[in-house]
Structure formats: C-alpha cells, structure tokens
C-alpha cells in the first residue's frame, strides 16, 4: 500500500539578501551558476532569474552569458596561438627586409643582379625523345 505515496517538496522561499549574495558571488567571478546551483540546490534558471533581476550589470535587452571553463581556457588557447602568429609574421618580415638589403648591396657594391631578370627569353626546355 506504500508504493502509490510519494514525498512532495514545499516551495522553499528565500530571503532578497540571500538572493543578492548569490548574485554577488556570481558578478565576484569566485563561483559559477553551476557551482551555486550544486551547492545551494538550486535550479540554475532561478539562479539567471535572481542575475537577471538584481545584478547590477544587468541592462535592459541584455543577455548574460557565462563561459565554461573550457571555453575560456580555448579562448586563452586562440589568444596565444594569434601572438605566436603575428611573432612569426614579423620574424619572417625582418628576414624579408634583411635580404632585399643583401640584393641591394650585392648589386650596388658587387655588380651581381640576384634578382631575376623578366627580359630573359625562357628556356626551350628539352625536346621530347623519339623511341626508336
């Protein structure tokens, strides 16, 4: 007879200074909406609700959202990986430069043209073999 009876949760009420701790710890940046959700045993969307009505970062229109640990830790990731990259373009732009003052040099001070020369005919190439 047991089996048919089930336990029903009474709506717990929390206090606006609870709520507004939840929202300062969450603006603080020291604990996530899943982190408070976990710990206190609440529902993240009560706890965007609660962001949503008394964070002080809150605009009209606006929406909040959090990054996952691994997003921000990908974003990071990006963030070096474009310093690497632009590192790199200007190593490679100096190189660059470097040379073309080489060329310059060599043709001023040594009368060698390195660069190529555009009104040299091209090369026939090689005939083609006829097999006997």
Same mark, same amino acid.
């Given at each position: 007879m047991e089996k048919n009876v089930r336990l029903l949760r009474s709506p717990r009420k929390f206090t606006t200074d609870f709520k507004r701790k939840i929202v300062k710890d969450f603006e603080q940046g020291t604990m996530s909406v899943g982190q408070l959700s976990k710990l206190y045993g609440i529902a993240n969307t009560q706890i965007y609700s609660w962001i949503y009505k008394f964070s002080i970062f809150n605009e009209k229109g606006s929406r909040i959202v959090e990054m996952k640990d691994s997003q921000s830790a990908k974003f990071k990731e990006l963030e070096q990986r474009i310093k690497?990259?632009?590192? /790199?373009?200007? !190593? @490679? !732009? $100096?190189?660059? *430069?470097?040379? *073309? @003052?080489?060329?310059?040099? &060599? @043709? *001023? *001070?040594? /009368?060698?043209? $390195?660069? @190529? /020369?555009? &009104?040299?005919?091209?090369?026939n190439g090689s005939k083609k073999t006829v097999k006997k």
């Open positions: 690497d990259l632009e590192r /790199n373009v200007g !190593q @490679k !732009q $100096i190189m660059i *430069e470097y040379l *073309e @003052k080489m060329i310059d040099l &060599a @043709k *001023e *001070e040594l /009368n060698i043209d $390195i660069k @190529k /020369n555009f &009104a040299t005919p091209q090369s």
